[in-house]
């Protein structure tokens, strides 16, 4: 293991050199990828030095999501001190199960989980867990949903007519999990949003009195904390009214923008969030740590354990339960998702990861500012949002990013919304500086001009 640890090293050393020198690394064709890097498993072992050759020839070409260049998606960048929790709970390799398996690991994920539920104002009884993924974790709360408005699903199946109601702009994960809990994806309401991407609680209201009318059971309201495509919050408390009307679970998907809980300046954004019903957050985006990192919180901890847990008489041989965290999880064997989040969030201090969320927003303003001081471009976003969404100079957005990708500018990606593409930066990396934001613009800006054929 010690020389293990030596090459480690040196590979995490070689990875940060080319996220420098080859921030957006070339992309392989996939009809090439076979032929291009050694992937195969053949009969006989590896020489050592040839299995380093390969490792470094795949670091090479992988993509850099800690580059300064690497605006895609909902994530990116790294924080130090949360890789480091990561490394250390592959090392540790325990399994989150239960106390006698993971030991203080255990105290250090019920430490999140309390501390989270403090800070958004929920009571004592609540509790919650860490998913493998917002999609996941979305998926545990509609499931504890169905369970409490119909206890027999979990023995006997779905019989009634159940409906789900979500904004046309949230994560598709809401009409997968519809599927997987048995409800069906045809009971799933979009709610119409407003110009901001943000739901229509008059809609909502509605549509939930054309459903108890023809005989429907509608059970579950998914509001979003940070849309996927605009970044757009859903007003909680206006749909919290509606949902305590007609009597409804009330879940709140942060998965993106969640995070905005740490700031003083941005939590007024999910403002009547002590009145859901479930909460989710990933820390694997906005808070920077290493995918992934994701955690669901309820109200009452009743529902974790009505819904997901199991007598095993091989597994829970020791211990109070609520130090057996295999009772409230979705797996057996669950890797610790927690000590990252720990590591970063002790050594920085609530403070610290409030500067991480506002530094994503002034990013993000700071962005916003050189589109609209620029006429070349148009904005399609809105304030409040680290979602920065714009068209330059008419080229459609997605040749623009296509080219970008192809020719290892810029890795970002287009979205659209209401009959509008447009490319979407994301400012969700907070290790970045205002000077990296214009590089970013700079980029297009001379990649444009220097590929006029290509792009037109
Ligand atoms: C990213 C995202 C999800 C899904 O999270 P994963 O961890 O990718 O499964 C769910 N909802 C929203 C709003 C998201 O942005």
């Not at 420098?20 to 053949?42: F, G, H, Q, R, W």
């Not at 990933?282 to 974790?304: D, F, R």
């Amino acid at each position: 293991m010690h020389n293990n640890l030596k090459l480690f090293t040196e590979l995490a050393e070689f990875l940060i050199s080319e996220e420098k020198n080859n921030p957006v690394a070339t992309p392989i064709d996939t009809s090439k990828l076979y032929e291009t890097l050694n992937l195969s498993l053949d009969d006989e072992p590896t020489i050592d030095e040839d299995f380093i050759k390969t490792l470094k020839d795949i670091i090479k070409s992988t993509p850099k999501t800690a580059s300064t260049s690497f605006f895609n998606q909902l994530f990116g960048g790294r924080i130090d001190r949360a890789t480091l929790g990561d490394l250390l709970a592959v090392m540790l390799n325990n399994s989150m199960y239960t106390y006698k398996v993971a030991g203080p690991q255990v105290g250090i994920e019920k430490t999140i989980l309390h501390k989270i539920c403090d800070m958004i104002g929920y009571p004592k009884t609540a509790d919650g867990t860490f998913a493998p993924g917002g999609s996941m974790s979305n998926y545990m709360a509609v499931l504890m949903a169905r369970d409490k408005y119909n206890p027999k699903a979990r023995t006997e199946g779905i019989t009634n007519k159940m409906t789900l109601y979500t904004s046309e702009a949230s994560h598709y994960s809401i009409a997968k999990n519809a599927s997987f809990i048995g409800v069906g994806r045809d009971q799933v309401r979009a709610i119409k949003t407003n110009d901001k991407g943000e739901m229509l609680s008059s809609h909502l209201d509605q549509q939930i009195q054309i459903d108890k009318d023809q005989g429907y059971q509608p059970f579950f309201v998914n509001a979003t904390a940070g849309t996927t495509v605009l970044g757009a919050f859903d007003d909680v408390k206006s749909i919290s009214k509606v949902c305590k009307k007609y009597g409804l679970w009330l879940h709140l998907d942060g998965a993106y923008c969640g995070a905005v809980i740490f700031s003083e300046a941005y939590k007024h954004l999910v403002n009547g969030i002590e009145l859901t019903d479930s909460f989710s957050v990933n820390a694997h985006k906005m808070l920077g740590t290493p995918l992934s990192c994701s955690v669901i919180v309820t109200q009452n901890k009743e529902h974790l354990k009505k819904s997901f847990s199991n007598e095993a008489e091989y597994l829970y041989q020791t211990n109070d339960d609520e130090f057996n965290l295999g009772k409230t999880s979705i797996q057996c064997g669950r890797r610790n998702d927690a000590l990252k989040l720990w590591t970063l969030w002790k050594s920085v201090g609530n403070k610290g990861l409030e500067k991480i969320v506002d530094h994503q927003f002034n990013l993000a303003k700071f962005a916003r500012n050189y589109i609209t001081n620029h006429p070349d471009y148009t904005l399609y976003s809105f304030d409040d949002s680290i979602s920065v969404c714009f068209n330059y100079k008419d080229i459609p957005a997605n040749t623009l990013c296509t080219a970008l990708y192809e020719q290892s500018q810029l890795m970002v990606g287009f979205g659209n919304f209401k009959n509008q593409e447009f490319v979407r930066m994301v400012t969700i990396n907070s290790i970045l500086k205002k000077e990296d934001i214009t590089n970013f613009f700079k980029t297009i800006e001379k990649f444009v001009i220097s590929s006029e054929n290509l792009i037109n």
